[in-house]
């Protein structure tokens, strides 16, 4: 049974930092591609960023690139964001998702693709 469990989050000031991780399990970790996404109240659930199974692919979506970064250890089964300079705007649950994919690079933004979902964490950033 795959389960993907989000930890980190909280409640922080604007221009602050959390670092959040999902620890996999019930699955071959470095087969599958990593996302993480994040849904406000009333909002979509929208992409954040994602990484290949390798690392070597990491898109971010355009209001988080150079303040967020994703990363990923094999080893641990385990998969970070690291969020520097956090804005009001990035509060919502946080989730990250799971694609087995064998694709070196492939690391999708659209959030049908991911076969395997966690339950999420808060993130609350106030002005």
């Known amino acids: 049974q795959v389960q993907l469990v989000e930890s980190g989050g909280g409640l922080v000031q604007a221009g602050g930092s959390l670092r959040l991780s999902c620890a996999a399990s019930g699955l071959t970790f470095n087969t599958y591609a990593m996302g993480w996404f994040r849904q406000a109240p009333a909002k979509e659930r929208e992409f954040v960023a994602a990484?290949?199974?390798?690392?070597?692919?990491?898109p971010y979506a355009d209001s988080v690139k150079g303040r967020f970064t994703i990363s990923r250890d094999n080893a641990k089964n385990t998969v970070f964001l690291q969020m520097n300079s956090l804005k009001p705007e990035d509060s919502g649950v946080y989730s990250c998702?799971?694609?087995?994919?064998?694709?070196?690079?492939?690391?999708?933004?659209?959030?049908?693709?991911?076969?395997?979902w966690g339950q999420g964490t808060q993130v609350t950033v106030s002005s």
């Open positions: 990484i290949s199974w390798s690392g070597a692919g990491t």
């Open positions: 998702a799971a694609l087995r994919t064998s694709a070196h690079y492939y690391a999708p933004r659209r959030r049908e693709e991911y076969n395997y």
